[in-house]
């Protein structure tokens, strides 16, 4: 259960029972960091070679089926901007090149060993001289019998023949090496595609198993998407860093500052506009009383005025009423 959970969560993420609204939030881009970027580009060796004598360890990356539509959905200029291809081709050359070297060291061993086969046997002092006596011999014999022969004495020809080729075969299993387990009759030969030494003894069933097993189709992939990728990227320079999500976040942040100072001069503008105003208001009122006070100086002056020429002409009264009485 454990184990299919951790692969439900690999392929679909851990935010496969979430809601939508959740879901859409949690959702990953195909450059995150936890999302497997060779799993994007179309192979991942740690998965493919999991679990097998190749196994090229722990691997925590998810396989985001949603964050590979969403790299599918690019054109490839826009994937060429970033650097997950180039990356990608340069783990699966190295792996070619440690398979390959593999394979060069089992063909050494596959020559090593036809050469130790077909050695010839290290004699021992007595063989050796026992060896050189049965080949005096049969010189010897041999020409006995030739000489029996051209006299006619063929059945006397005949007995020395026999005793030579019983000599022959005496000097054979003196010759003979003993039984190598290491061959018992068999001769390694070295797979091209995933360096696994097979033999001539192996039955067609396990070749047939080889063959289709997840070791060489793993190989035949990474040899494949590297014959594929290779001229996909030759002549092309390798992207640097911004990638082109990091310049919209920074170009999103930069609208985002220019938004903020447009609202805050927009404020200040607004707020100068008022106190302006209110300036103006103030300067109006101040205005209008300094109107209203020259407006009472002039009542208050004219009021005067009036009081002093009503003064006057009572004394001028007073004064014409003084005379007439004199009178």
Known sequence: MDTQRALLDQLMGKERNASFEEREKMQRHFWDDDVCKHFLV???????????????????????????????????????KYPYQWELLDLL??????????????????????????????????????LGVIQDEIGKLSKEAEELGENGEIEQAKVLSMRIEALKAESEQIMKKPDDPRFSGRQLMVCEVSGVLMSTTDSEARLKSLYSGKQYQGWKKVRDFYSFLKPLLDGKQRPRRPW???????????????????????????????????????????????????????????????????????????????SRSRD
Do not use: V
């Open 42 to 80: 179309g192979l991942c060796p740690y998965e493919l070679f999991k679990n097998t004598r190749s196994d090229l360890g722990e691997y925590d990356k998810l396989f985001d089926l949603r964050a590979k539509a969403e790299w599918d959905a690019l054109d490839q200029k826009e994937r060429d």
């Open 93 to 130: 050359k190295g792996l070619i090149e440690q398979c390959d070297l593999r394979i060069k060291r089992n063909r050494e061993r596959c020559a090593e060993d036809e050469r130790l086969k077909n050695e010839p046997k290290k004699l021992s002092e007595d063989e050796a001289k026992r």
């Open 244 to 322: 082109p999500h990091e310049r919209k976040d920074r170009d999103r942040d930069r609208d985002g500052d220019r938004n903020r100072d447009r609202d805050r001069d927009r404020k200040d503008r607004h707020r100068d506009r008022s106190r302006s105003r209110g300036r103006d208001r103030r300067r109006d009122r101040s205005r209008e009383r300094d109107r209203d006070r020259d407006r009472d100086r002039r009542r208050e002056r004219r009021r005067r005025d009036r009081s002093r020429s009503r003064s006057r002409d009572r004394d001028r009264r007073r004064r014409r009423d003084r």
